[in-house]
C-alpha cells in the first residue's frame, strides 16, 4: 500500500474512533461490538444490502445458497453427526446457521449473537424449519451460562473474528473456550491472517495464524483449511478455517 493511501486509511479510522469515544461516553457500559452492530442494524433498517446480515443480501446469491459454502468447508473438518449440538458465535441472521439447522435433529442449533437485531430477520428468512427445527437464539453475555450448560459439540464463527478489535479479543475468545467446555468439542473459525496484526478497515483485523492459536490456548489448532483470499484497503489478507480442538 502506498503512504499516502496508509495516511488516509489511518486518518479515516481516527474520525471513526474519535465519534466511537464520543458514544462511548453515552454509553460507558457498551462495546465497540455494540456500537459497530448498532450502525449495521440501522442501515439494514434503512433497507441497506448487507454483506451476510438482513433481509437483503449484497450481489446476486440467493440468501439459502449464500452460507452453503462455508457450511461445507467447516463440515469438511468436522464430520459431525446429525444429532451434535452445534453452537454459533456472531450468528448474525443465520446465513451459514440455517444449514445446519437443516442438516442437525431438532434442538440441535445455538446461535448467540451481541446483539438480537440480526437474528430478528431469521423468522421471515427461513419460516417453518425454524419452529420445527426448534433452533435457539440468545444474546451473550446475558445467555452465557445457559450456553455452557447446552454442553455444544461443536462452536464454530464465519464472519466475525475479523469484526474484533484488540481490546475484546481476549473476552471473545475466553467466551468460545468456555462454551466449547465438552473435552471432545471442536471448535472452527473462519479466521483472517496477516504477517502481523493490522487493522485493515473501520472493523476489521487480521492477525497471524500463531497469534490465534495463543488467544484459543490450551485448545490446539488441528487444521487449517483455505478459504480464499480478502482484498480491502490494499491489503491481501488470507481467509482459513482454523480448527482447535483439546489434546
Ligand atoms: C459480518 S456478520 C456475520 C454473521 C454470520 N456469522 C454470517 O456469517 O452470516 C458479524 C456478526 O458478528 C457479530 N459480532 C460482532 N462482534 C462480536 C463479538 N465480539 N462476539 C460475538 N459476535 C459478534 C455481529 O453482531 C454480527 O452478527
Not at 431469521?122 to 437464539?137: Q, R, S, T, V, Y
Request: net charge negative.
Amino acid at each position: 500500500m502506498s503512504g499516502q493511501n496508509k495516511t488516509t486509511l489511518k486518518a479515516d479510522f481516527e474520525k471513526f474512533d474519535i465519534a466511537f469515544a464520543d458514544w462511548k461516553k453515552k454509553n460507558p457500559c457498551k462495546q465497540f461490538s455494540d456500537y459497530s452492530t448498532q450502525r449495521i442494524d440501522s442501515g439494514l433498517k434503512k433497507g441497506r444490502a448487507h454483506c451476510t446480515l438482513g433481509l437483503n443480501i449484497a450481489g446476486d446469491v440467493n440468501w439459502w445458497d449464500h452460507g452453503r459454502p462455508a457450511f461445507k468447508s467447516i463440515m469438511e473438518q468436522v464430520a459431525i453427526p446429525t444429532d451434535a449440538k452445534v453452537l454459533e458465535i456472531g450468528c448474525g441472521s443465520a446465513r451459514v446457521g440455517v444449514h445446519f439447522i437443516e442438516r442437525q435433529d431438532t434442538g440441535c442449533y445455538y446461535g448467540l449473537d451481541v446483539t438480537d437485531a440480526f437474528f430478528a430477520y431469521c423468522p421471515d428468512l427461513i419460516g417453518e424449519l425454524l419452529i420445527e427445527k426448534k433452533a435457539k437464539f440468545g444474546v451473550i453475555p446475558e445467555k452465557l451460562e445457559e450456553a455452557i450448560s447446552w454442553n455444544a459439540d461443536l462452536v464454530f464463527s464465519t464472519a466475525v473474528t475479523l469484526h474484533v478489535c484488540p481490546e475484546e479479543e481476549d473476552a471473545h475468545f475466553s467466551t468460545i473456550k468456555k462454551i466449547a467446555h465438552q473435552q471432545e468439542a471442536s471448535i472452527v473459525l473462519q479466521s483472517y491472517l496477516y504477517e502481523k496484526n493490522i487493522r485493515f478497515s473501520r472493523s476489521g483485523w487480521a492477525r497471524p495464524q500463531d497469534y490465534f492459536s495463543r488467544l484459543m490456548h490450551p485448545f490446539v489448532l488441528v487444521n487449517s483449511m483455505d478459504d480464499g483470499v480478502w482484498e480491502s484497503n490494499g491489503y491481501v489478507i488470507d481467509v482459513k478455517f482454523l480448527t482447535f480442538r483439546r489434546v
